[in-house]
C-alpha cells in the first residue's frame, strides 16, 4: 500500500464553504456598493484547523509534500441535517495548501465519506503518498 504522510482528527463540526462569503451594502461617497466578506464562523474554523496543522507538521517533524498524494477524508456531522457531501473537505483541501502538500491540485485520488457522531464531530483526513508506479496515470483511450 501507499506510504502515509499524516493522519489528521480535527474535532469539531465541519464547515462547508458554501456560505463562506456574505455581502452587504457599503456608501461609497454618494453610492451604495456591495462588499463581500467572510464569514466570521468559516474563519475561525479556518485559523483554527491551520493552526491544528501546522502544530501536527511540528510535532511529526513534517516537510510540505511535493508529489502526488491520495486523500481519505472522514466528515463527522453532529446533526443529520442535510449536508452537502460534494463540498466538504474543500475548506480543509486550501488549509493544507504549503503545509502538507505544496498544492491540493496534487490529490491524485479522493475518497470522502459523510458519518454522524452527535458526541464528537471531527473531520479525519488520511494521506497518503503515491509511490512512482501510481504516477502520473496513464492515458486512456477515449472514443
Known amino acids: 500500500m501507499d506510504n502515509i504522510i499524516a493522519t489528521l ?3 469539531g463540526e465541519p464547515i462547508s464553504p458554501v456560505n463562506q462569503y456574505k455581502a452587504r451594502a457599503v ?10 466578506y467572510m464569514d466570521s464562523k468559516f474563519n475561525k474554523h479556518k485559523d483554527a484547523f491551520v493552526e ?8 511529526h517533524n513534517l516537510q510540505t509534500y511535493a508529489g502526488p ?4 477524508a472522514e ?3 453532529g446533526t443529520k441535517r442535510r449536508k452537502d457531501l460534494p463540498n466538504a473537505g474543500k475548506l480543509e483541501w486550501d488549509a493544507l495548501n504549503e503545509l502538507i502538500w505544496e498544492d491540493d491540485s496534487q490529490i491524485l485520488k479522493l475518497e470522502t465519506e459523510k ?9 479525519e483526513i488520511k494521506i ?5 508506479e501510481h504516477w502520473p496515470v496513464p ?5
Open 27 to 36: 456608501k461609497m461617497g454618494h453610492k451604495w456598493t456591495a462588499m463581500m
Open 128 to 132: 497518503y503518498q503515491f509511490t512512482s
Open 139 to 143: 492515458d486512456r483511450d477515449v472514443e
Open 52 to 59: 491544528y496543522v501546522k502544530e501536527y507538521k511540528i510535532l
Open 115 to 123: 458519518r454522524y457522531d452527535k458526541e464528537n464531530p471531527r473531520v
Open 75 to 77: 466528515f463527522y456531522f
Open 9 to 11: 482528527v480535527f474535532p
Open 69 to 72: 498524494v491520495k486523500v481519505v
